[in-house]
């Protein structure tokens, strides 16, 4: 079983629609929880940043975590053409060397 | 512009080759990491190196040898690469090693095309 499962799409809304994003994972251990925003041919790129359970707000980006269902949920209000991108989910424990893990991310195209 | 940079962007190189990628990063971190990403599959961390230490190597192949000369700085040297190797290397930094919040900050990332 992978650590992080996430769904990889692709993801087509139209324009203005609320997307949801989600992952799952197996270890109760993860602390900090990420969202990622890749576009093609760039790096990922840091979205939203959640430190144990409950939810964070910023701007049209809402980010969950639910450590007792091991479930973290990224939604988008408003989904703009300019959102089209691969979303990343990323873990940790802290720990010694605070590495993260990744979902396979998901691939979402916003149609204008 | 995320603060780290790396070189080159695309790389195409033959099985034989020798090459270095590098980064660079501006932020005044002290956590730096290769990671590689293929396709349909998740960010595989490489290595990891706290205030110019390795300490993480992800049972990586030593066809890839990292280096990291200061705190600003990280190469992974390539050599007799195979086909399956070619995929996006990226670099990242993080505030601290230890601790604290764990979000690490990504280049741009190199292509690297094995032929």
């Known amino acids: 079983q992978k650590e992080v499962e996430q769904d990889p799409g692709p993801l087509s809304v139209p324009e203005g629609a609320i997307v949801s994003l989600n992952c799952t994972y197996s270890?109760?251990?993860?602390?900090?929880f990420m969202w990622y925003r890749q576009y093609s041919r760039k790096g990922p790129e840091l979205l939203m940043y959640?430190?144990?359970?409950g939810n964070k707000e910023d701007g049209r980006f809402t980010a969950q975590v639910d450590k007792s269902s091991k479930y973290i949920s990224l939604f988008i209000r408003d989904s703009q053409p300019s959102d089209s991108a691969t979303y990343l989910c990323?873990?940790?424990?802290?720990?010694?060397?605070?590495?993260?893990?990744f979902g396979t991310g998901t691939l979402l195209a916003v149609q204008p | 512009e995320t603060g780290v940079t790396q070189t080159p962007r695309h790389l195409v190189m033959g099985m034989t080759n020798k090459k270095s990628l590098k980064c660079e990063q501006h932020?005044?971190?002290?956590?730096m990491y290769w990671y590689k990403q293929s396709a349909k599959k998740p960010l595989e961390l490489m290595f990891v190196?706290?205030?110019?230490?390795?300490?993480e190597n992800n049972s990586v192949p030593s066809r890839f040898s990292p280096e990291c000369p200061n705190s600003s700085h990280l190469f992974l040297h390539l050599h007799t690469l195979q086909p399956e190797d070619s995929a996006l290397y990226l670099c990242?930094?993080?505030?601290?090693?230890?601790?604290?919040?764990?979000?690490?900050?990504f280049g741009q990332g190199t292509r690297l095309t094995v032929v």
């Open positions: 990323a873990m940790s424990y802290g720990g010694a060397t605070n590495k993260l893990i």
């Open positions: 959640t430190y144990s359970s």
């Open positions: 932020l005044g971190h002290n956590a």
């Open positions: 270890n109760s251990a993860f602390q900090y």
């Open positions: 190196y706290s205030l110019e230490e390795r300490v």
């Open positions: 990242a930094s993080s505030p601290r090693s230890t601790g604290g919040r764990p979000e690490a900050f």
